[in-house]
């Protein structure tokens, strides 16, 4: 049986991309002023949101989808029925990590 609340986050995401067999994931979150501004991945790069949305179309990411906001586009969890991988529950890291 479907679960119908794994439906609707995905109506909100305009893009899911097809990640590459090599894609990395998000393990934390880079913020200024509370905002999101780029991500850490598993391989312990810290990239830019923009980055992150280009890798991400590229297929270098995994567990996301593609969205916008005020006609800037960001990164979100793709549903999965697990709240502690979703990236608003992941960690704050430094720029310079």
Avoid at 27 to 50: F, H, N, P, W
Avoid at 58 to 69: K, L, M
């Amino acid at each position: 049986m479907e679960n119908k609340n794994v439906s609707l986050p995905m109506a909100a995401l305009d893009e899911v991309p097809n990640p590459n067999t090599n894609a990395k994931t998000i393990t934390g979150l880079v913020k200024e002023k509370g905002r999101i501004a780029g991500y850490q991945l598993s391989d312990g790069r810290v990239v830019s949101k923009e980055e992150g949305v280009s890798l991400a179309k590229n297929g270098e990411i995994r567990g996301v989808g593609i969205a916008h906001r005020n006609n800037k586009q960001y990164l979100k969890s793709l549903p999965d029925g697990t709240e502690n991988n979703n990236l608003g529950n992941l960690p704050s890291v430094s720029k310079n990590t």
